[in-house]
Every structure is written in structure tokens, then in C-alpha cells.
């Protein structure tokens, strides 16, 4: 079993949709709980951080961790056409210099 | 402006031919970090430096070589490329080792044929 599994997409949403991305983790000492934002032709870029479970909520954007499920999502509101990108969650465990990347999911949002 | 420059951006090279790649950043970060990205395989870490004369080998490391002799500056060095280097490039940095944050810059796109 891979340590992070993203499925790759491609998901392609009409402007408006609410959509959820996902990621499934095997390493239960991750404690903190990233998703990064990939624009065509560019380096990734943090969105969101996490740390251990809980949700957090950054204006359209949501990212929850649960941790007894090994699972993470992020929920994109009221999704708009700029918000195509590639989305990478990624992950580490606390005290390590080491992030684990997913493989990440490529989001089209329609006009 | 606050940022991690790569340069070339594009490099299309023949086998063999030693090559390197520059990474610069102006934010004084310690930690310093070279991942290449594939089709199916993501992100993966090739070298990293948490200071100064401070590097470990990553998840994919051989075929590269690294050096850190300034703060600011962590080159990718390809002494023999092969095809199977063909990728995109991207050098990252963050603040400090243990940082769950890192900048990356733009991406360096290289063929090797």
C-alpha cells in the first residue's frame, strides 16, 4: 500500500458545483496535513494546513482530516473557473523534515 | 519580492552531457529542497539541505549530486544525464527544517535525448 493515495482525476465540475477532493493515508504518525495548489506551468503553492484532525475553513475553501479513518478532504464552495488547477494534498509526520506528496488530482472547472 | 528562482526554466540537453540546474531563494530560508515531477508518479524528493554544508540524499537521489555553500543557493548537478532524467524540476525552500510550508519555485522542464 502506497503511503498517500490521491486518485489523479481528471474531474471536471460546471462553475458553482461544490467539490471534494480527496486522499487516503497508511503512516499514522502524520500529524500535520497540507493541500497545495498547482496552476498549469507553475510550481505548487500552499492552500491549506492542517494539524492532527479537525476542520478548517479558509473563505470558499474547507479541509478536514480525520484521523482515525486515515482520510483527508478539501471542499471547494462555489467553485469558479480560476480554481482549475492541480491539487496535491501532502502530508508529514511531526518533527520530520519530510513531506509526502499524493500524487494529485487535475480540477477543471467549467464556465 | 519574496521568491525561489530556477534557472534554465526549459533545458533540452543530449546524454552525457553534464548539466546543472540553479536554485536561488531570497528569503533566508535554512531548509532547501530539489523534488522532480512525472506523469503517474508525482512529487518526489531528490536531495534536500537543512543548512549550510547540510545535505541527505531523498527519496530518488542517484544520478544527482547537490551542493549548499551558501545559504541562498542549492544548484542540481547532472554529471551524466540519461533520458530516463527527462522531467520537471522543482526546487523548494522553507523557513526552517521541520516547516510543514514550502515555497517552490517555478519549475525547471529538462529533456535528455
Known amino acids: 500500500q502506497k503511503e498517500v493515495e490521491q486518485d489523479p482525476g481528471p474531474l471536471s465540475v460546471p462553475e458553482g458545483a461544490i467539490v471534494s477532493l480527496n486522499c487516503t493515508y497508511s503512516?499514522?504518525?502524520?500529524?500535520?496535513f497540507m493541500w497545495y495548489r498547482q496552476y498549469s506551468r507553475k510550481g505548487p503553492e500552499l492552500l491549506m494546513y492542517t494539524y492532527s484532525s479537525g476542520n478548517k475553513e479558509d473563505g470558499r475553501f474547507t479541509a478536514q482530516v480525520d484521523k482515525s479513518s486515515k482520510y483527508i478532504s478539501l471542499f471547494i464552495r462555489d467553485s469558479q473557473p480560476s480554481d482549475s488547477a492541480t491539487y496535491l494534498c501532502?502530508?508529514?509526520?511531526?518533527?520530520?523534515?519530510?513531506?509526502?506528496f499524493g500524487k494529485g488530482t487535475k480540477l477543471t472547472v467549467n464556465p | 519580492e519574496a521568491q525561489v528562482t530556477q534557472n534554465p526554466r526549459y533545458l533540452i540537453t543530449v546524454t552525457g552531457k553534464k548539466l546543472t540546474v540553479t536554485c536561488s531563494q531570497n528569503?533566508?530560508?535554512?531548509?532547501m529542497s530539489w523534488y522532480r515531477q512525472d506523469p503517474g508518479l508525482g512529487l518526489r524528493q531528490i536531495y534536500y539541505s537543512m543548512n549550510v554544508e547540510v545535505t541527505d540524499k531523498g527519496d530518488v537521489p542517484e544520478g544527482y549530486k547537490v551542493s549548499r555553500k551558501e545559504k541562498r543557493n542549492f544548484p542540481l548537478i547532472l554529471e551524466s544525464p540519461s533520458p530516463n532524467q527527462t522531467s520537471l524540476y522543482f526546487c523548494?525552500?522553507?523557513?526552517?527544517?521541520?516547516?510543514?510550508?514550502?515555497?517552490f519555485g517555478p519549475g525547471t522542464r529538462l529533456t535528455v535525448t
Open positions: 501532502a502530508m508529514k509526520e511531526g518533527g520530520s523534515e519530510k513531506l509526502v
Open positions: 523548494a525552500s522553507s523557513p526552517m527544517t521541520h516547516s510543514y510550508e514550502q515555497y
Open positions: 528569503m533566508n530560508h535554512e531548509y
Open positions: 503512516n499514522s504518525a502524520f500529524q500535520y
